[in-house]
């Protein structure tokens, strides 16, 4: 690649020119997106009790020790969600963000199941994330599509009745992918959802080596096909493990503020990026759960840049990986990749 001007020119700040880069977020939970202002309107709208009253005590209760105390939160918050216009507003809301960071491309988690048992049905949440994503492609030229997910807390059965129940919705949905709380839920119990998603031509994802051993990385790839790697730092314990992670190219929706948020590394400065980048892996930079963990894509670019304080150079490649590791065509990442090298 061929260095642009502002990939040296310093009279651009560094927000200024994350935002300028176009990029793809690949790792984000739609339900990780309701702001504390956003969950107490929705909360009084649809007369749903909470244990917090107020923006401040929502927003007291995000002191996270590990993923499942942060689980705990983010399962009772989504408990706002009841219309077609609450998940409309929800998914726009995330999409403007996203528009402003300069991304181009996003591929969305949701949690049926965490719905479903609230007796929200797909038809409700299909229609209002559908529409939001519609208008924002129109409105600003976004493209984005979901990414259904089973919850790893529930059985593997479950998973695959989800799978089953969402055959008549999957308009919008680009690939299946596994979420929740990791420590004891390896991925072998969901070799049945994953695979009835792939006959079903969804593309595959997992989230794995957040919390778990590197085997769940492992189990992730060989068992249920998954393509990309959502998080995957623990994968820096198992050598062979890396190599074939750099041998095959196989992206990691790597997401640094969260892994601080939830104890993963005690700070930042602690964080694996610059091990996961010096080990050649196809990196990627995402907020997954935005709202609860203290920024968005472009604030985490940001963050890890400052830290670490990575090259111009560095963040494009960044961004280059993100357009790389997305389901797009091969001729649109081409447009995009086109778009990031011709910046003024
Ligand atoms: N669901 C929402 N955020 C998650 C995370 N960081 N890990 C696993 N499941 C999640
Ligand atoms: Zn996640």
Redesign the pocket.
Known sequence: MTESRTATDESVTLPEFVRSLPKAELHL?V??TLEPELLVRLAERNDVDLPWSSVDEVRSAYDFVD?QS??DV?YAGMAVLRTPDDYAELMTAYLDRAVADGVVRAEI?F?PQAHVERGVGFPGFMEGFRAAMADARRVHGITSELVL?VLRHLSGEDALATVEAAEPHLDGVVAIGL????VDNPPERFVDAFARARELGLRAVA?AG?EGPPSFITGALDELGAERI??GVRCLEDTDLVARLRRDRVPLTV?PL?NVA?RVVDTLADHPLPRLLAEDLVVTINS??PSYFGGYVGDNLVAVAETFDLDRDVLVELAANSITASFLEDDVKQIHLADLDARP
């Open positions: 939970h339900e990780g993923l942060f689980l983010y988690f949690d997910c979420d929740s709380a990791e989230h957040e959502d998080h997401c969260s939830l997954d759960d």
